[in-house]
């Protein structure tokens, strides 16, 4: 059995998200477990989710986190969480939706 070496608990749930990709459309994922410093997520294609990105956990791209791939097989993704300014974050392609603010989340609070 492998060693933890995980910075914070993981918490598992299920949970739809949205990775907002380069061109600022959105791509369904679902959270399988998150932790104050990363997460993962089901995908359809690993191969497809770029390097860094945005995950948005609502339709209306409010509470967002930026995220840096740290793990991938083909339909899982590991991520860690980073901090960044949000004029560096592409805008969703929501209709209706409001453009991204200069706030970003520091804690998100998710269904139990």
């Not at 974050?89 to 998100?108: D, F, R």
């Amino acid at each position: 059995m492998g060693r933890e070496r995980r910075k914070a608990k993981r918490r598992m749930l299920r949970y739809r998200a949205w990775l907002v990709l380069a061109d600022g459309s959105l791509s369904e994922c679902v959270l399988s477990d998150i932790s104050e410093t990363g997460a993962r997520l089901m995908v359809d294609d690993s191969g497809l989710v770029p390097e860094k990105f945005d995950l948005v956990f609502s339709r209306n791209c409010e509470a967002r986190r930026h995220c840096k791939v740290v793990w991938r097989n083909p339909q899982q993704i590991g991520v860690q969480f980073e901090q960044i300014g949000a004029s560096d974050l592409p805008a969703p392609a929501v209709p209706g939706s409001e453009p991204a603010t200069s706030e970003t989340v520091e804690h998100i609070s998710l269904p139990t």
